[in-house]
């Protein structure tokens, strides 16, 4: 199945330092979503997105539908230890279909 | 409390067996999915279900089988036919087939 191309596949930071990374896609969809996983544990949504040019904050959290539908990032400001985890981008072509197509995730590592 | 149970949360299993994982939920949603997650890896869609008695393939089926006899219950079977099914196996819910899915919080199985 199609992959989303999400970046950086990394990241170590120092706690205060913002982060941002992004996803990419040949295809339009209609919703993007953004996942937390932490290790061992199930994708917990963080910001959900369902309109081309959408800016959603949830906290220290933003997240931009693309204005083409074929992008999405997402923001976390001043970053604190229990951000560490995995971030997964997910697309949704809604009505036309049901599957989520994800990406392959960020690592975060976030150093005190 | 509503939410998705998933059990066991770890599974041993010898070659050549065949395997059930559990997926219960009680938020009363219409959908629900089965998602492997490999080391490093986005996730991978193995069967869907967008009503109670239907199912239907995902992008790497081979190998599975599934049931849905109740809007509560999504078991996934690893059969003998998978030849690799050491992994990390998520089950998902959502209202309908196009709202947002929410996880469970994973079954990992290993082969002995």
């Known amino acids: 199945g199609q992959q989303l191309n999400q970046s950086p596949q990394s990241m170590f930071i120092q706690e205060g330092e913002d982060v941002s990374m992004n996803c990419t896609s040949s295809s339009i969809f209609n919703t993007w979503l953004w996942y937390k996983q932490d290790p061992g544990e199930g994708p917990v949504l963080l910001i959900a997105?369902?309109?081309?040019?959408e800016l959603t904050s949830n906290g220290r959290l933003t997240a931009q539908f693309g204005i083409t539908r074929k992008d999405s990032f997402l923001n976390i400001s001043a970053s604190i230890p229990s951000d560490v985890g995995i971030y997964f981008c997910a697309g949704q072509r809604g009505a036309s279909g049901s599957r989520l197509t994800f990406g392959e995730g960020t690592q975060l590592t976030v150093n005190p | 409390d509503g939410g998705i149970t998933q059990s066991p949360k770890y599974l041993f299993r010898k070659e050549g067996q065949n395997v059930t994982l559990s997926c219960e939920q009680n938020?009363?949603?219409?959908?629900m999915y089965w998602y492997r997650q490999d080391p490093g890896q986005g996730l991978r869609l193995i069967y869907y279900s967008q009503i109670v008695n239907d199912f239907q393939k995902g992008d790497i089926a081979e190998g599975y089988s599934v049931s849905r006899e109740k809007k509560e219950s999504f078991p996934l079977t690893v059969t003998s036919a998978q030849k690799n099914p050491t992994a990390f196996y998520l089950c998902?819910?959502?209202?309908?087939?196009?709202?947002?899915?929410?996880f469970g919080p994973g079954t990992r199985l290993l082969v002995l």
């Open positions: 938020l009363n949603h219409d959908a």
């Open positions: 997105l369902y309109k081309a040019g």
């Open positions: 998902a819910s959502s209202i309908t087939s196009i709202e947002t899915q929410y």
